[in-house]
Nanobody
């Protein structure tokens, strides 16, 4: 069964850090481009970061550049999103997304990140 499972969300104070994980089962993540998206209440889903399958190049939304880092561990079939210096506006449900040119897109179920003092 093809599945993406996010974990690592939680409640954190402003300035704190979290590391999200996106674990894949049923397919090899190394062959897929991976993205992290987030959706806050009342807002549209937005792309936060992505990492390519070919050369590992990365891309970030302006709002998270310099604070978030995406990485992948192909041996563990997992992609991570390290989030530092978290801000109130980072509060959202975070989703990971996997897509290859020959495949449909896969989405995880999401993990809640709440930044609050």
């Amino acid at each position: 069964q093809v599945q993406l499972v996010e974990s690592g969300g939680g409640l954190v104070q402003p300035g704190g850090s979290l590391r999200l994980s996106c674990a894949a089962s049923g397919f090899t993540l190394a062959n897929y481009a991976i993205g992290w998206f987030r959706q806050a209440p009342g807002k549209e889903r937005e792309r936060v970061s992505c990492i390519s399958s070919s050369d590992g190049s990365t891309d970030y939304a302006d709002s998270v550049t310099g604070r978030f880092t995406i990485s992948r561990d192909n041996a563990k079939n997992t992609v991570y999103l390290q989030m530092n210096n978290l801000k109130l506006d980072d509060t959202a449900v975070y989703y990971c997304y996997a897509k290859a040119p020959w495949s449909r897109a896969y989405w995880g179920q999401g993990t809640q990140v709440t930044v609050s003092s």
